[in-house]
């Protein structure tokens, strides 16, 4: 009965894994779409020491958004290669967010966040499904 029990919250965090990596990477891929258009639709803080050029982080913003979002639609999907996947775009994410700190603090630590939650619930479930094996 146990076992039913923890494959029951692991496929319910699998399943909030995956409907929170769809909205931050659709986030992140807007985020990404709005720096590219306008370099100055995002104003950093002056003497910021990890000054990154506005197009640039655009780009990564866009395609870590698309992948993110792609990886949280296999996890949904129930493809346990995802997992691990998301794990490392979540973490990736969670880095690039740091970057984004100084245009936008509060959006940033939200996002933050929220990575962390999901780089939980996937070990969580990762854990399960190496268990089950």
Known sequence: MADEGRLAWATAGAVFAGCVMLTLGLFQVFQGIAAIADDEV???????????????????????GALVALV??????????AYGVGIGLAVLSAVNQFFFLPLYPWWAIVILALDVFVIWSLAVVLAEVNTES
């Open 42 to 64: 995002f104003t950093s803080m002056s003497g910021y020491i990890y000054a990154i050029d506005t197009t640039v982080w655009g780009w990564a913003h866009l395609v870590l």
């Open 72 to 81: 949280g639609v296999f996890v949904l999907s129930g493809r346990s290669w």
